[in-house]
């Protein structure tokens, strides 16, 4: 399985940006897609994942602010990042997640000024 990730960049508090992925290669008939986190100096941290079904799971630090979407049949995901925050900033990585194990792609970096 490959994860590509797209979009990310910087932003100024308050505003927005996007991410997607897609992934290609082998196929399942079910999984998670999400995005993580990681600050400098800080451990990798959940964002936002959205299961086969659509149902989906949000950090608290992101309720409210972050739209995660997924579509089946092109196995793409997005992340809508609305209202940045400077503690947004970070490297985000795409993930896959089946039953048995976890696939993860390149990270992007997102930067948030105040």
């Known amino acids: 399985v490959q994860l590509q990730a797209f979009g990310g960049g910087s932003a100024q508090a308050g505003g927005s940006l996007r991410l997607s992925c897609a992934a290609s290669?082998?196929?399942?008939?079910?999984?998670?897609m999400g995005w993580f986190r990681q600050a400098p100096g800080k451990v990798r941290e959940f964002v936002a994942t959205?299961?086969?079904?659509?149902?989906?799971y949000y950090a608290d630090s992101v309720k409210g602010r972050f739209t995660i979407a997924r579509d089946n049949a092109k196995n793409t995901v997005r992340l809508q990042m609305n209202s940045l925050k400077p503690e947004d900033t970070g490297v985000y990585f795409c993930?896959?997640?089946?039953?048995?194990?976890?696939?993860w792609g390149q990270g992007t970096l997102v930067t948030v000024s105040s």
């Open positions: 993930n896959l997640r089946t039953a048995i194990k976890d696939y």
């Open positions: 290669g082998r196929t399942f008939s079910s999984y998670y």
């Open positions: 959205i299961g086969w079904t659509g149902t989906t």
